[in-house]
């Protein structure tokens, strides 16, 4: 199966390599959106890679015999593009009124103020576990802050909501936020 592998830019030196027992991303995209959960990676290269699938969740792969074949470019995401899938991803799993209310207005653009963000991460109950809910709403808030906050802190926050929303398809929500937002 095709994956995708992230490793400090190190590895660019040494060329393809194979990682053997490794997990790695179902699609470039994937890759992007996830990456900034890892915070040591500094200078990150994206490979396509090959390997033979042990298990996969809508976040990683798990493959045996994981080789890197090339470096490819990251595609080109947005921290709002980020955001906007986060919130997307969180609000296919979270249903309550008040925040989805929220949800579908940052996305259709109607409201994406700090204090709105703040809102709807406050509307949370604490004794609920919202899938993703609460970091996509941290990252559209941190993102609404006069001044913005750094771009990877946002992305990381997006990051940790993706990864923990029930979205079994987090490329495809991806393609078609992407397809909407040109860069």
């Known amino acids: 199966m095709i994956a ?5 830019r190190i590895w660019e030196m ?10 790695a991303f179902p699609s470039a995209i994937v890759a992007r959106l996830i990456w900034r959960a890892f915070p ?3 200078l990150p290269i994206l490979w396509k890679a090959e390997g033979d699938l042990v298990d996969s969740s809508p976040c990683l792969v798990r493959c045996t015999n994981l080789k890197t074949l090339k470096i490819v470019p990251f595609p080109n995401v947005t921290t709002e593009q980020c955001v906007r899938i986060a919130i997307a991803c969180a609000r296919i799993g979270y249903k309550e009124q008040k925040w989805t209310t929220w949800a579908a207005r940052w996305l259709n653009g109607r409201d994406r103020s700090a204090d709105s963000a703040k809102a709807a991460r406050i509307s949370i109950p604490a004794d609920s576990n919202p899938p993703g809910a609460w970091a996509a709403s941290e990252a559209a808030f941190l993102y609404s802050q006069d001044p913005p906050t750094v771009a990877s802190e946002v992305e990381c926050w997006a990051a940790h909501s993706i990864c923990n929303s029930v979205c079994l398809d987090i490329h495809a929500v991806a393609v078609k936020f ?3 937002t040109p860069v």
């Open 178 to 180: 992407l397809a909407e």
């Open 14 to 23: 040494i060329g393809p390599t194979n990682f053997g027992r490794s997990v």
């Open 4 to 8: 995708y592998k992230v490793t400090e």
């Open 40 to 42: 040591m990676l500094d």
